[in-house]
């Protein structure tokens, strides 16, 4: 079974720094995709970013981009010039099982950005 | 709006009630899927829907039943409900119908926050 670790379960930093959220992984799979979700107040839960285990290049969307270390098996989420809506519970995610779009989850990282 | 629309928002209910969540999606999707998300906890996946059929039913008590009468809409139905069942219920759905089509991204909905007394 795949399992997905978030090691920080809270974080703050203060606006306009940078900040990392760290993820591990443990599979025996070697075609898979990674997704970092984030989840504001409104409940709302919204990718950030994805990736996926073929390609060696690290993804990246605007602020935020990943470290992805496969032979670590670590999904790190970078975000840059962090902002007030960055504010959010963030969750690490895996994909093996193509099709059916069965994700496992970490048990998620509150950020918290201090004007 | 994002898409998936659930409803209620905030439901309380005893342990006796019977209750149905409802999610709603207009994006052509042919995957719904429902997740509880719980304190401290992993998203657990409950059930996902495919083409209307059930292809998972990951162990769920059947206290809560799913129903998906076509491809938009997908429900929850809840009765005699632990309090331990409080939880933040959420609805997803995909563009995949069962086979491969690479990581389809899931849009979420906002969720109905369940609480049960």
Known sequence: ?115 | ETGVTQTPRHLVMGMTNKKSLKCEQHLGHNAMYWYKQSAKKPLELMFVYSLEERVENNSVPSRFSPECPNSSHLFLHLHTLQPEDSALYLCASSPSGGTYSGANVLTFGAGSRLTVL
Do not use: H
């Not at chain 1, 799979?29 to 409940?43: A, D, G, I, T, V």
């Not at chain 1, 970078?78 to 519970?89: P, V």
């Open chain 1, 1 to 115: 079974a795949q399992t997905v670790t978030q090691s920080q379960p809270e974080m703050s930093v203060q606006e306009a720094e940078t900040v990392t959220l760290s993820c591990t992984y443990d599979t025996s799979e070697n075609n898979y995709y990674l997704f970092w979700y984030k989840q504001p107040p409104s409940r709302q839960m919204i990718l950030v970013i994805r990736q996926e285990a073929y390609k060696q290049q690290n993804a990246t969307e605007n602020r935020f981009s990943v470290n992805f270390q496969k032979a670590a098996k670590s999904f790190s989420l970078k975000i840059s010039d962090s902002q007030l809506g960055d504010t959010a519970m963030y969750f690490c995610a895996f994909l093996y099982n193509f099709g059916n779009e069965k994700l496992t989850f970490g048990t998620g990282t509150r950020l918290t950005i201090i004007p």
